[in-house]
């Protein structure tokens, strides 16, 4: 596709329900990032692939969220057992090589009632 | 890790005014340097960058300055207008080393016409 594209644009779950978030990056870009954004404020680390490999998760808030890139291109993350702290637009960007600049997709907006 | 702190939080001018948003940064080993434009309910846009080797790059009305050796960097936008009323991130990274990007918590800009 044309950039970077994440869905759904918008998640309302309960408390307590499983999320799952999809990102489509841009092709052939090699690297894939997840950020958190809560509102009014910058974009914060989650995690980080090369490729397939996940090479940084140090941002992953706890053991309930998860994310994978198991064919090195879409990647899912998965936030278990929600908490209303989790709402936020969650922000995957892409990245051409290690070096290149970010592609950020649209956001996935999600609010825990 | 890094640490990216960012200044003012709000900045208000008349339009066909400048304005000049700083961010400092920790970690030396940083070498590269992006801003980032975020309209409301938008994606981050790159706007300009900069890497550690050069001191000062510009962009028709956008220029970022670096000074490695106090560890800032800022954004100069001259002649405003209103549509460049935005929030504005800067981010820091070691590319080149696959490191991830970390933001500073963004300055709200407000262009009075």
């Known amino acids: 596709g044309a950039g970077v594209s994440q869905s759904p644009r918008y998640k309302v779950a309960k408390r307590g329900q499983d999320v799952a978030l999809r990102c489509d990056p841009i092709s052939g870009h090699v690297s894939l990032f997840w950020y958190q954004q809560a509102l009014g404020q910058g974009p914060e680390f989650l995690t980080y692939?090369?490729?397939?490999?996940?090479?940084?998760k140090s941002g992953l808030p706890s053991d309930r969220f998860f994310a994978e890139r198991p064919e090195g291109s879409v990647s899912t993350l998965k936030i278990q057992r929600t908490q209303q702290e989790d709402s936020a637009v969650y922000l995957c960007?892409?990245?051409?090589?290690?070096?290149?600049?970010?592609?950020f997709g649209e956001g996935s907006r999600l609010t825990v009632l | 890790g890094e640490n990216v702190e960012q200044h003012p939080s709000t900045l208000s001018v008349q339009e066909g005014d400048s304005a000049v948003i700083k961010c400092t940064y920790s970690d030396s080993a940083s070498n590269y340097f992006p801003w980032y434009k975020q309209e409301l309910g938008k994606r981050p846009q790159l706007i300009i960058d900069i890497r550690s080797n050069v001191g000062e790059k510009k962009d028709q009305r956008i220029a970022v300055t670096l000074n490695k050796t106090a560890k800032h960097f800022s954004l100069h936008i001259t002649e405003t207008q209103p549509e460049d009323s935005a929030v504005y991130f800067c981010?820091?990274?070691?590319?080149?080393?696959?490191?991830?990007?970390?933001f500073g918590p963004g300055t709200r800009l407000s262009v009075l016409p």
């Open positions: 981010a820091a990274s070691r590319r080149n080393y696959g490191q991830n990007f970390v």
């Open positions: 960007a892409s990245s051409p090589d290690i070096t290149g600049e970010l592609f």
């Open positions: 692939f090369q490729n397939e490999a996940q090479l940084d």
